[in-house]
Every structure is written in structure tokens, then in C-alpha cells.
């Protein structure tokens, strides 16, 4: 006799790995990862087994967790030894491609602005056929990638793809960028190793709300009968709580969190950067996945840094979603790997791009992208843009991590967007510095005068005032903080009442409410409506 139908509980993680490392953007195309892999998981786990103790005794200083430092007990060194060794086997490639890319920034640092026909016979022989070699207008070379072709080719390696399943009882989950998710599974955690594009992912996830049978999914996933029980502590026969489709007036704004937010009429739901909490007991009144509607009609991903581009959440909803909707970008530079590409190959069948000013009709508005200046350390990124969404007569600019380095920009703007209902801008005004994200991909590591200089910041007050004047938003919301505590795992910020950013923060507050515009920095949740 089959037994009754069950569902996912709310509180179960599913944590998307590469190589048993956490999954983001740059370990999501083939372009990138092998530079990931080698010049830093390689180096982390080489310096753990070398000295643990450096590790341990480093992360005992809060100001260094979120550097390269591995986050587990000096107990844990043979395992971390076996996972370098398999990676050292299973990654050669990586690992070759590395070097490859080495030989190729020296090849191109001896091009003198004469034709660079004769060099290709000299790219690496692993590259060659992958890359276009150009010049800049002032004779600067460099490649271009074929990204689509790298896809289709062994570096895009699927074999490296899993998810971890546990369940979690509150927020705090350690930091995920410098230690790889080791075996568990004595503590109920399960990497279950099948590639995120498989259709077993949504079969599971599709359990959070409508039931099904036990056996049927842990067959799908392919689960091994040691793990059965393991699996079976996933589940439950209590339903989840209804979340009826907004079915009011006008426009119902949900802050859920960081940079996600939902925008509802009767006819659409928009949701942006999915930044979605786990459903606990809580004493911090929170919106989570319970929460969203059954359908997601438009999903708008600004950009492709990890606290906007998870693939976490989005995996889980991949079910639900309509259309995901991504800048236009990927150009082959390895700075800026194609969000489009990356999100088709992680099985989301409907991805569209967007460019500065072009729309997208949708039922009751449209959405328009708009320019996204700054956040990305001077260096050459187009997958990046603000979101104008247009619904039932109101607009919403959401602006991400915009930073008025040219506050000029916003004055060109403003007469091809019109009146602003409501603004929700970052102001994450002391990002990290430029290494702290990009370094890998750097062919030589910058000076510290120079990686200081060139920080991934947002808006401070001033910046954040220039936007204000020249949009005149009737509403400002202040989001994309990383204050909430269910992002600990991919965001370090640690901050007290008078970190810059808290303090610049309030300064546009205080201009706001001197100019009339109503402000808020809304914190775990916020509702809000547009009539």
C-alpha cells in the first residue's frame, strides 16, 4: 500500500554546489569557473592542509570572516586533504585551463597595435578555437570569449553540480564563499549529486505547496536507500499556509528582504533579486517562500553579484516562474559572463534580456531597463541594470546598488521615465574592494592602493540625494543593505549604529523627510500599496 502524499517542509535548504563549493555566478559559467576552482578553491583548501591553525585562529577575528579562510575545526583537515585531491584529479582541466589563460595574458602583453593574425596560432592549444583576440582603440589586446561554444564544450561540467538538503531551525549559517560544503550527512545534511537543470529540482520544490508521493521523488532524485531516512525528515503531511494571489486594487509592494521585493497587481507579479528566508519560528516577523504566490509571473535580476543572483531561490522556483528577465550583457569578456546563458543552462526555459531603455510589455505596464551606473569597480560590466516597472498607472524604479558617479545621467533619464511612485535604491557606500570578488579573474593582483581605490560601492548620501533631486520620487525606500540576518551566509556586514553605511543612510532619510518625500529603510518586512 503507497503511502498518503506528502509535502517539502518550509525549512528545508537546498544550497546549489560546484564541486562541493557554493554556487554563484562566477562557478555558474564555464568561462569563469576553472578560474574559480584553481586560483581559489585550490589555494584555500592547499593552505588549510598546510596549517589549520592558521585558519581557526584567524576567523576567531570577526573583521576577517569573509576572507580566504577555511571555516571548520583542525579535525576536519583529512577531508579537506581527500576534496583537494579529488579535486586535483577531477578538475584537472580547470586547472589547465588556468595555466592556459596565464600563457594567453602573456601572449597578448607582446601584441604592439600590429595585427594580431599571427598570434593565434600561439593562443594555447586548450583555448584556441574558444577566443577572439582584439584590440581596444588604443591598441590595448585582449580576448573574447565564445561563451555559447565553452556550454557545449567539457569546461561546462555538469558531473560538478549538486545540492545540499538540510533542514535549518534559524538564520545563522555559516559563511559559504571560502569553505566547500563537506560530508555532513551524520548532522542531516545530504548532497544529492544530479545537475541543477535536472527536472527532479522542480518535481521536489514543486512539493513546498501541492503534495506528492514520498517514493516518487526520492526516486526521481535518485536518493541511495542508506539515505532514506535522512530524506524522509524532509518531509511532512502538514500543509503550508495559503498564499492567495493579490487580487485588490492598484499595486501591493512586499518587501521580503535585501534586494526582493514583490509588486502584485490583479494581473502580474513581478518579484526582483530572490532573497528568500526559510519558514521557522522566528521572533523577526518575516516573509518567506509560504508567502509567495503559486505563479511568479516576471522575475528581474539586476545584476549578477551573489546577493542578486542566487541560485539558490531560484532553483526552488524555477516551477513557478514565467519569465525570468536579465540584462543584456555577455559579451565574451570574462568579467561579464551572460546571465542569459548561464540561467538557460541551469534549466529556466524563459529567459529574455533587456538593454538601457528598451521595454517589455506585461498585463497593465511594462518594465524598462534602465541604466546602471557604478558598483562594479570601473571594470567593463553590461549585465547590470535598474528595473522601471510600470503597473495599473504607478512606477517603481528599482535601482539596486546605482551609484551617481555622473549624477548627470539621472537628468537624461528622467524626462524617458517620468513621474517615480516609488524609488528603492542600495546604499552600500563602503563595498569591498575590487579583489574581494573579481580577484581570480585578475591576471596579475593589483596593489592594495589601487584594489582600495577601486571599491564595490553604491550610493552614499550625497550620490543618493544627486538620484533624488533629479527623479523626484514621491517615495524612497533604502534596501539592499544586507542587514537581514538570513543573508549571514553570502554577505559579511556586521553593522552597528554608526557603520558609514547605516549613518549615510540616514542622512537621505533626513533629506527626504526635509523635502517631503516620504522615506523608510524598511527592515525583514514591509507592505506597502500603490493606489
Given at each position: 500500500m503507497s503511502r498518503p502524499p506528502v509535502y517539502l517542509k518550509q525549512n528545508v535548504v537546498a544550497e546549489p554546489l560546484h564541486n562541493q563549493w557554493y554556487a554563484w555566478w562566477f562557478l555558474a559559467s564555464p568561462m569563469t569557473a576553472p578560474l574559480f576552482v584553481a586560483n581559489l578553491h585550490v589555494k584555500i583548501m592547499e593552505s588549510f592542509v598546510a596549517n589549520p591553525a592558521i585558519h581557526v585562529a584567524a576567523l576567531k577575528s570577526p573583521a576577517l570572516r569573509g576572507g580566504p579562510y577555511l571555516n571548520c575545526g583542525v579535525e576536519r583537515v583529512g577531508e579537506v586533504k581527500a576534496l583537494l585531491e579529488r579535486t586535483l584529479q577531477e578538475e584537472s582541466l580547470a586547472l589547465r585551463y588556468a595555466a592556459a589563460m596565464r600563457e594567453l595574458d602573456a601572449l597578448l602583453a607582446s601584441a604592439e597595435g600590429y595585427s594580431l593574425e599571427e598570434l593565434y596560432p600561439r593562443v594555447p592549444d586548450l583555448l584556441r578555437g574558444y577566443v577572439e583576440l582584439t584590440y581596444d582603440l588604443r591598441n590595448r589586446a585582449s580576448a573574447r570569449f565564445f561563451e555559447p561554444l565553452l556550454y557545449r564544450s567539457p569546461f561546462h561540467r555538469e558531473s560538478s553540480q549538486s545540492v545540499s538538503l538540510r533542514l535549518v531551525h534559524g538564520d545563522a549559517r555559516p559563511y559559504v564563499f571560502s569553505t566547500p560544503r563537506l560530508d555532513d550527512s551524520r548532522d542531516g545534511d545530504l548532497q544529492v549529486r544530479l545537475p541543477f537543470k535536472h527536472e527532479a529540482w522542480d518535481t521536489l520544490f514543486a512539493m513546498r505547496r501541492t503534495p506528492a508521493p514520498l517514493e516518487a521523488v526520492r526516486d526521481a532524485l535518485g536518493i541511495a536507500p542508506q539515505d532514506g531516512d535522512t530524506f524522509a525528515t524532509f518531509f511532512t503531511p502538514e500543509p503550508p499556509r495559503p498564499a492567495p494571489r493579490y487580487d485588490g486594487d492598484g499595486v501591493r509592494v512586499r518587501y521580503f528582504g535585501h534586494a526582493c521585493v514583490l509588486i502584485e497587481s490583479r494581473h502580474v507579479s513581478v518579484l526582483t533579486d530572490p532573497v528568500v528566508s526559510y519558514d521557522f519560528p522566528t521572533d523577526l516577523p518575516r516573509f518567506t517562500f509560504a508567502d509567495l504566490p503559486e505563479r511568479i509571473d516576471y522575475v528581474l535580476l539586476t545584476h549578477g553579484h551573489a546577493d542578486h543572483l542566487m541560485?539558490?531561490?531560484?532553483?526552488?522556483?524555477?516551477?513557478?516562474?514565467?519569465?525570468?528577465?536579465?540584462?543584456?550583457?555577455?559579451?565574451?569578456?570574462?568579467?561579464?559572463?551572460?546571465?542569459?546563458?548561464?540561467?538557460?543552462?541551469?534549466?529556466?526555459?524563459?529567459?529574455?534580456?533587456?538593454?538601457?531603455?528598451?521595454?517589455?510589455?506585461?498585463?497593465?505596464?511594462?518594465?524598462?531597463?534602465?541604466?546602471?551606473?557604478?558598483?562594479?569597480?570601473?571594470?567593463?560590466?553590461?549585465?547590470?541594470?535598474?528595473?522601471?516597472?510600470?503597473?495599473?498607472?504607478?512606477?517603481?524604479?528599482?535601482?539596486?546598488?546605482?551609484?551617481?558617479?555622473?549624477?548627470?545621467?539621472?537628468?537624461?533619464?528622467?524626462?524617458?521615465?517620468?513621474?517615480?511612485?516609488?524609488?528603492?535604491?542600495?546604499?552600500?557606500?563602503?563595498?569591498?574592494?575590487?579583489?574581494?570578488?573579481?580577484?581570480?579573474?585578475?591576471?596579475?593582483?593589483?596593489?592594495?592602493?589601487?584594489?582600495?581605490?577601486?571599491?564595490?560601492?553604491?550610493?552614499?548620501?550625497?550620490r543618493a540625494i544627486d538620484i533624488v533631486q533629479r527623479l523626484k520620487p514621491r517615495q524612497v525606500r533604502i534596501y539592499a543593505m544586507g542587514r537581514e540576518p538570513w543573508l549571514g551566509h553570502v554577505m559579511v556586514m556586521g553593522y552597528h549604529e554608526q557603520s558609514p553605511q547605516l549613518v549615510e543612510s540616514r542622512k537621505l532619510l533626513a533629506h527626504c523627510r526635509e523635502h517631503g518625500v516620504d522615506g523608510d529603510m524598511p527592515y525583514g518586512q514591509a507592505e506597502s500599496f500603490l493606489r
Open positions: 541560485f539558490e531561490p531560484l532553483l526552488q522556483l524555477r516551477h513557478r516562474i514565467g519569465t525570468v528577465v536579465v540584462p543584456a550583457g555577455g559579451g565574451g569578456a570574462l568579467v561579464d559572463p551572460s546571465l542569459k546563458l548561464m540561467l538557460q543552462h541551469a534549466g529556466f526555459r524563459n529567459v529574455v534580456t533587456l538593454s538601457e531603455l528598451e521595454s517589455l510589455p506585461v498585463p497593465g505596464g511594462e518594465l524598462v531597463g534602465l541604466p546602471f551606473l557604478g558598483e562594479h569597480g570601473d571594470l567593463d560590466v553590461r549585465g547590470k541594470l535598474a528595473h522601471l516597472v510600470r503597473l495599473e498607472g504607478k512606477a517603481l524604479l528599482m535601482a539596486a546598488d546605482s551609484n551617481a558617479l555622473e549624477p548627470r545621467l539621472y537628468e537624461h533619464v528622467q524626462p524617458h521615465v517620468g513621474p517615480i511612485d516609488m524609488m528603492w535604491l542600495g546604499m552600500e557606500s563602503e563595498g569591498g574592494p575590487l579583489s574581494w570578488m573579481y580577484g581570480p579573474l585578475l591576471p596579475a593582483p593589483l596593489s592594495r592602493k589601487m584594489d582600495q581605490s577601486r571599491r564595490l560601492n553604491g550610493s552614499n548620501a550625497a
